[in-house]
């Protein structure tokens, strides 16, 4: 049996009008309020492609998916729930254009990085024994930060 919001959460549920932040500690049903608060406006009317949800976990993303599928009955059309990390991406490809940019771009992961660090090593005859792949990622971090360009690098 499901315990019923106590009134804070009753209120962020239905809260209505402009965005709405939930600040709890962990097991204190956050993800709970969101997903009825998700489910609470699309019932009041409110177009669910004009709303968003970010989380930082796949998993929680998935599973506020799964709940507000469970309280509407159906799969909303064009409710973005979502990390913050994909959505960025979305929007990224979306919208880099405007910036100059092409949108057949990849993010790499630390590991990734590394990977393509050794085989720039490799390529380029440095022996990738002798040199820490960490070391370099750490000056491309650096130069990165500083907006510093690969041709400004002596």
């Known amino acids: 049996m499901a315990l019923l919001p106590n009134e804070e959460q009753r209120e962020a ?3 209505i009008n402009g965005p709405l932040l939930a600040l709890a500690g962990a097991g204190s049903g956050k993800t709970r309020v969101i997903t009825e608060r998700i489910a609470y406006l699309i019932k009041k009317g409110i177009e669910p492609s004009g709303i968003l949800a970010v989380t930082f976990t796949n998993k929680a993303a998935a599973e ?5 599928i469970l309280l509407l009955k159906e799969k909303p059309k064009q409710l973005v729930i979502s990390t913050f990390h994909s959505f960025c991406v979305r929007v990224l490809k979306a919208e880099i254009d405007k910036l100059g940019y092409k949108n057949n771009f990849s993010i790499y992961s630390s590991s ?7 085989n720039v090593l490799r390529e380029i005859k440095i022996n990738a024994i002798n ?3 960490n070391l370099f990622a750490w000056y491309i971090d650096k130069y990165k930060n500083n907006l510093i ?3 400004e690098v002596e």
Not at 64 to 68: L, P, S
Request: glycine share 0%; charged share 50%.
């Open 131 to 133: 040199y820490d792949e």
């Open 149 to 151: 360009k690969p041709n």
């Open 64 to 68: 506020m998916r799964e709940r507000i």
């Open 13 to 15: 549920i239905e809260h």
């Open 112 to 118: 990734d990085s590394k990977i393509l660090i050794r």
